[in-house]
């Protein structure tokens, strides 16, 4: 262990204080900070100045985080904590439940929730003043009906993007229980039967051996045979948060026995495509999305989907998308390339895919529209363009997945973008 000199704090070190249960908030909130972190963050700061905003966030930021899946909670609890002076109302407002009339006029912001539910840790906000006690049974029956929703089945709904950090690690144990079913397909290859077509071949063989009388036929089916499944997740900097959910699952998937799942190839996209198919291969979840962290280079960066589909199409499009693939491709399509390009890869994807399945975080929306030139160049060039921002979206999937008549919001949408 290393070994620290005396630190040289003024007499009432309230600056210390606040790095140290700001350290703490973090440590609640999922980040790995010890006791060597925190002096190490108050020597930077201490070296550093405390006179630019800018800058303490940048030097605690160094001394913190160094993972890119914690980016987004340091900065939610940074500002909470250091940076908005109502602080203490956005945390209740965010943890607080709407039926006790004390949410903002916004939504939380992805991970402000899990910030707000580690630096309060448990605490509950004060019961309003003005709040009125039922006056009969009636209105308490009323209240009380409206919160019979079980907790499971509210964490369905709920999106990924707005959890704490309890309600993703209850999401990630059911992920971990949910099957992505799919149908055989029959194939050339033929295997003896009960029923079936007439095999001869067998049938002659047979009588042969009992002296060329043919008192009973042999019968033949197609063997079925199961496709690979193929999926390309977007890592951007908007993606991100629902990425690491997507791929846990997808874990679950690629290790599930008896899934049907003849083969699971798994690529990450964000400025570049990386194959992280032997990660997902580890038996242990955590190991295995930490491998493939670390595999891909671009978390949380810019997004090139026309430049990784053209990649990818061009690098493993045959090693992986032979006899008849599923393609599931998770991006909002929000995308820096030209739409040309991307119209032309995705026409190339889809031809090669069996069916090409396009999971789209920005569906949650109810007035979501194909405005942006990527979703226009993607959507002509898929099957089935449904949602994935929820377990349920996620069910739904495995619900429909081996449906060849699903085409979820494609054909709405495809209807206003001809309009």
Request: neutral net charge.
């Amino acid at each position: 262990m290393p070994e620290y000199p005396p630190l040289d704090l003024p007499e009432d070190p309230k600056l210390a204080g606040n790095i140290t249960h700001f350290a703490r908030a973090l440590r609640r909130a999922g980040l790995p900070i010890g006791p060597g972190r925190v002096i190490d963050a108050i020597r930077a700061v201490e070296a550093a100045g405390f006179t630019d905003r800018r800058d303490f966030y940048w030097t605690l930021h160094a001394c913190f985080v160094n993972r890119p899946e914690h980016r987004r909670v340091f900065a939610q609890l940074f500002r909470l904590y250091w940076r908005d002076p109502r602080y203490l109302e956005h945390m209740m407002a965010a943890m607080l439940p709407a039926i006790r009339g004390v949410q903002e006029d916004r939504p939380a912001q992805a991970a402000e929730k899990r910030a707000a539910e580690a630096l309060l840790d448990g605490a509950e906000a004060p019961p309003a003043e003005d709040a009125e006690e039922p006056r009969d049974e009636d209105a308490l029956i009323e209240v009380d009906a409206s919160l019979t929703m079980s907790a499971s089945e509210r964490l369905k709904t709920l999106d990924f993007e707005q959890m704490s950090l309890a309600e993703m690690a209850e999401a990630k144990r059911m992920l971990a229980r949910l099957k992505l079913p799919v149908k055989p397909i029959p194939s050339r290859r033929a295997m003896a039967s009960q029923r079936g077509r007439i095999d001869p071949a067998r049938s002659l063989r047979a009588a042969l051996r009992r002296g060329g009388e043919m008192d009973r036929l042999a019968y033949r089916t197609p063997r079925p045979r199961y496709p690979n499944l193929v999926v390309l997740c977007d890592i951007s900097g908007s993606m991100s948060q629902y990425s690491r959910v997507i791929l846990q699952f997808l874990h679950a998937v690629s290790n599930a026995r008896g899934a049907g799942w003849a083969q699971v190839h798994a690529f990450t996209f964000g400025t570049r495509l990386t194959n992280i198919t032997r990660h997902l291969a580890t038996r242990d979840v955590d190991a295995a999305l930490a491998a493939a962290g670390a595999e891909a280079q671009d978390w949380e960066g810019g997004t090139r989907i026309g430049a990784c589909l053209e990649a990818f199409n061009r690098d493993w499009s045959r090693r992986v998308m032979g006899q008849g693939a599923v393609v599931l491709l998770i991006t909002d399509g929000l995308d820096r390339d030209a739409p040309e390009d991307l119209a032309r890869q995705m026409q190339r994807l889809h031809l090669t895919a069996r069916r090409l399945i396009w999971l789209n975080p920005l569906l949650r929306w109810d007035g979501f529209a194909p405005k942006a030139a990527g979703i226009r160049a993607m959507l002509p060039h898929v099957d089935s363009f449904r949602a994935g921002h929820s377990i349920a979206s996620l069910e739904e999937l495995a619900a429909v997945i081996s449906r060849p008549d699903d085409t979820g919001e494609k054909t709405r949408l495809m209807g206003a973008l001809e309009a």
